[in-house]
């Protein structure tokens, strides 16, 4: 039975009432949102990297230039979260070491390799369409910054879902080789993009809680059904096959049923043993530590400034 300040604040919740920074907020969802917020904008950081390993290695310029955009983009959504993290009282570099160190995790969908061009473009249908679903009701979570912050990252993962579904697409109505490539991607990239979601509702740790505080607006299963019955039909359309041969639609529910979920390979991924964990968090790492001199520049530059003001 809440008491109190806390009862109250669960009162302004149900009333769809927006809490912002200067609010009282329970400890525990401030500290939710720390751990949801820092995850997702570490997720964006470390998401340039599968891409970025491919910029220069586009087969035009104009496909060069749209990845580049995008990428650019990831690494602005990051920002973007990482200071709306900041209004609760963190530090960014707090938050930095926290992912450098393991503590904090990020989007599991980045630990899988970029193998050829055609998973640029798995990666921007498969991924960013995941990630407009699950970020669309977080443009109305409860927590003003963070909601804020959504809907800027939404209009632009729209254009990053397109380029990507434009590139399987091209390749699908290409040669026999650029199909076999296109079909190739989304073999890889079509169940760990289903395991982003995270774990089924009966085994989400946060799940109710950040339902009845209302950062979580629809569960994980919900979501990850919204993603295939979106998904399977742009597959059709262009002539590829979704990699699971249980795939069937269930013409009374309208909804498509997949096959059973490798959630050992989706845990094993989240712990830090996926393909490619330790290489990113090598490069972010690397990255870091070599660009110490720009921020040091950055902020006797704006002490300067500040001091010459
Ligand atoms: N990868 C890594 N960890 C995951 C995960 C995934 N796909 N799904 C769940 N987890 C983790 C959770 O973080 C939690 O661990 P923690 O307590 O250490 O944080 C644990 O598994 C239990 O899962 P829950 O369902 O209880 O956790 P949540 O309630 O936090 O739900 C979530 C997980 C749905 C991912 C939720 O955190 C969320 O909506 N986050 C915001 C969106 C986000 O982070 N998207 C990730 C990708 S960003 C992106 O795609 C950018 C685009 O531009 C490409």
Redesign the pocket.
């Known amino acids: 039975e809440l008491e109190g300040d806390e009862r109250a604040f669960q009162e302004r919740i149900d009333a769809g009432v927006r809490i912002e920074p200067q609010d009282w907020m329970p400890e525990t969802y401030r500290k939710?949102l720390v751990?949801?917020?820092s995850?997702?904008a570490h997720?964006?950081i470390v998401?340039m990297l599968p891409e970025g390993n491919w910029i220069t290695r586009a087969p035009s310029l104009q496909r060069k230039a749209t990845l580049l955009a995008k990428v650019q983009?990831?690494g602005g959504?990051g920002l973007y979260l990482y200071a709306a993290a900041e209004t609760l009282g963190v530090s960014r570099d707090d938050l930095i070491e926290a992912l450098h160190s393991g503590k904090?995790?990020?989007?599991?969908?980045f630990n899988y390799p970029t193998l050829t061009w055609a998973d640029i473009g798995a990666?921007g249908w498969l991924?960013?369409g995941?990630?407009i679903i699950?970020?669309i009701p977080?443009c109305r979570c409860s927590y003003g910054p963070y909601g804020r912050a959504m809907v800027r990252?939404c209009k632009e993962?729209s254009f990053?879902q397109r380029q990507g579904f434009d590139i399987m697409a091209k390749l699908a109505a290409g040669t026999q080789a650029q199909k076999r490539m296109a079909q190739d991607a989304l073999n890889r990239w079509w169940w760990p993009a289903v395991?982003?979601?995270?774990?089924p509702?009966g085994?989400?740790?946060?799940?109710a809680q950040?339902a009845a505080w209302k950062?979580?607006l629809h569960g994980?299963d919900d979501?990850r059904q919204k993603f295939i019955d979106q998904t399977v039909p742009q597959a059709d359309l262009i002539g590829l096959t979704i990699p699971d041969p249980a795939l069937s639609l269930n013409a009374e529910t309208g909804h498509h049923e997949i096959g059973p979920i490798d959630w050992d390979e989706?845990y094993r991924?989240?712990k830090g043993d996926g393909p490619c964990n330790r290489e990113r968090l090598a490069t972010r790492v690397e990255a870091w530590e070599k660009g110490a001199w720009v921020r040091e520049a950055a902020m006797a530059h704006a002490m300067k400034q500040r001091n010459a003001a």
């Open positions: 939710t751990r949801q917020i995850q997702h997720s964006e998401g983009d990831e959504h904090a995790k990020y989007s599991s969908i990666i991924v960013d995941a990630a699950n970020q977080l990252v993962e990053h395991m982003m979601f995270g774990p509702d085994e989400s740790v946060h799940g950040s950062i979580k994980n979501l989706f991924v989240v």
